[in-house]
């Protein structure tokens, strides 16, 4: 909550700079891989920046899903895990910010932007796909990974195994998403039935309210690795970088952010949280290369 935090990031950015003044040279961000808050303070980031404002404040809040094996999936705890929380976590601890400053925040599909442009997050990592439109209201840093729209059906049915075969047939998918958006305008012989987030969609898959789910082939890998009864059928057929989402124009911060993403390709720490998240059900791959636009 960006303008809740201004006031005291106020007060404490005089204190600090105070602090500065005593202090020796300002310290290089040390990119470790051990799951550490770095030891960073506001004098490591320009004045006035989101990254020094985030510093000094000693939090950020970051929008993730909820519902999603292996990219983010809360807990009974409240605290989500998956790669997207790793990659948050990873960009908190290079503000010196440890998981104790995070606060997650559920965004679904439809609501990244809003929750971005209105200040309710400051950054969403949450399987969302880089595109123009929605360049036109946020910025993007990354991608940090690329996946492609898929189809989930029932083991049993094996009828659908590819997106030609979807004609006539009733698809789940969610309100707000590129496959929803793609499903529309580019299948006009699928029967599309928007809800709002993936889960929801498994019970009408189960009971046969509908015959598939689609959007990303990782978040249906996700559902599909906790039940045998699901399978997901064909090749992956669009491609969706996924980047992470912040305010429109704050183009400092996505550079940092775009620098932290080669940094941790680099030492390793991106492997290490893909292999301890989805990388327990997919392949490794390697880490795309991040589009400074
Ligand atoms: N990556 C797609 C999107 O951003 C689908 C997954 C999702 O809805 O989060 O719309």
Request: aromatic residues 8%; negative net charge.
């Amino acid at each position: 909550m960006r303008t809740r935090r201004r006031g005291a990031v106020a007060l404490i950015a005089a204190t600090t700079l105070a602090l500065a003044a005593c202090s020796s040279d300002a310290e290089e961000p040390d990119a470790g891989a051990d799951g550490d808050a770095e030891d960073m303070d506001v004098a490591d980031f320009p004045e006035g920046s989101t990254m020094a404002e985030l510093a000094e404040a000693g939090s950020i809040t970051i929008g993730t899903k909820f519902d999603q094996p292996l990219f983010g999936l809360v807990g009974p705890d409240g605290v989500p895990v998956g790669f997207d929380v790793e990659i948050g976590r990873l960009i908190a601890e290079r503000l010196g910010i440890d998981d104790d400053g995070i606060e997650w925040v559920e965004t679904v599909s439809a609501n990244r932007e809003t929750f971005i442009e209105n200040g309710t997050v400051d950054i969403v990592v949450a399987t969302y796909t880089i595109n123009d439109d929605r360049k036109e209201l946020i910025s993007f840093a990354g991608p940090y990974y690329e996946a492609g729209q898929s189809i989930l059906t029932l083991a049993s049915n094996e009828d659908i195994q590819g997106p030609d075969d979807l004609d006539g047939k009733n698809v789940c998918t969610v309100s707000g998403s590129t496959p929803e958006q793609n499903l529309v305008e580019n299948f006009p012989e699928v029967e599309v039935t928007p809800f709002g987030a993936y889960s929801d969609c498994l019970e009408p898959l189960k009971n046969g309210q509908v015959d598939a789910i689609s959007t990303d082939n990782v978040i249906l890998a996700g559902f599909a690795a906790d039940d045998p009864e699901l399978e997901v059928r064909g090749e992956p057929f669009t491609e969706e970088p996924y980047g992470i989402g912040l305010a429109k124009d704050d183009d400092e911060f996505r550079d940092w952010i775009n620098d932290v993403l080669e940094e941790i390709y680099e030492d390793g720490s991106w492997t290490e949280a893909w292999e301890s998240t989805a990388g327990t059900v997919l392949p490794t791959p390697e880490p795309p290369a991040v589009d400074r636009y």
